[in-house]
């Protein structure tokens, strides 16, 4: 595709219940990279991706938090058992290749209310 | 850890005025520097790369420089417009992308 998409792009959900976030990355892009940002917070990072191995899941901030990605392409944030305190926009990015020399870019979120 | 701070954390500026808006970081073996802009609601748009065998790189009215040696970063912005309200953010790659809290920018008409 022309740019990264994820989806559902709202998503409001009871607390106590699973949700699952998609992002597809551009075509080609080999890392991906999941962030969280909360209302009127600077952004957080939560997992980066190259091709289908995690290098760096320092981010993630507990064991109701976890990701994949299958086929070096789509990938998906689970939260389990949700909170109110993971309320926030998630933000999925990728790059063409590693972090180190490579431009990334983000796709437009989806915003998670924990009711 | 890579450590990166933008000043100010929010401007308010009229319009038409030239502004600049900072980014430092604490390890100065980057390979580039990206600024990026937020709109409310939204996701983030890259706005410009800079290499750091680079000094400056130009878009349109933006104007970005990089002193590696210093670990900083400037954003000039050229008579800014209302439409330039936004936040802006400044990352630096790594074994991850870190990034500055942004600078909230205001242009008032």
């Known amino acids: 595709g022309a740019g990264v998409s994820q989806s559902p792009s709202n998503k409001v959900t009871e607390k106590g219940k699973d949700v699952e976030l998609r992002c597809d990355p551009i075509?080609?892009?080999?890392?991906l990279y999941w962030y969280r940002q909360s209302l009127g917070q600077g952004l957080e990072f939560l997992i980066y991706?190259?091709?289908?191995?995690?290098?760096?899941k320092s981010g993630l901030p507990s064991d109701r938090f976890s990701a994949e990605r299958t086929g070096g392409s789509v990938s998906t944030l689970t939260i389990q058992r949700t909170q109110q305190e993971d309320s926030a926009v998630y933000l999925c990015?990728?790059?063409?290749?590693?972090?180190?020399?490579?431009?990334?870019?983000f796709g437009p979120g989806t915003r998670l209310t924990v009711l | 850890k890579q450590e990166v701070t933008q000043i100010p954390a929010a401007l308010s500026v009229p319009e038409g005025e030239n502004l600049v808006l900072n980014c430092s970081f604490t390890?100065?073996?980057?390979?580039?520097l990206q600024w990026f802009r937020q709109d409310p609601g939204k996701g983030l748009t890259s706005l410009l790369l800079?290499?750091?065998?680079?000094r400056e790189q130009t878009s349109g009215r933006l104007n970005a420089s990089l002193d590696k040696s210093s670990g900083r970063s400037t954003l000039y912005i050229a008579a800014s417009q209302p439409g330039d309200s936004a936040t802006y953010l400044c990352?630096?790659?790594?074994?991850?992308?870190?990034f500055g809290t942004g600078t909230s920018l205001t242009v008032i008409p």
């Open positions: 990015a990728s790059s063409l290749g590693p972090p180190l020399d490579n431009e990334q870019f």
């Open positions: 075509s080609g892009h080999t890392a």
């Open positions: 991706f190259q091709g289908n191995s995690a290098p760096d």
């Open positions: 390890d100065s073996a980057i390979y580039n």
């Open positions: 800079i290499q750091s065998s680079q």
């Open positions: 990352a630096v790659p790594g074994n991850q992308f870190y």
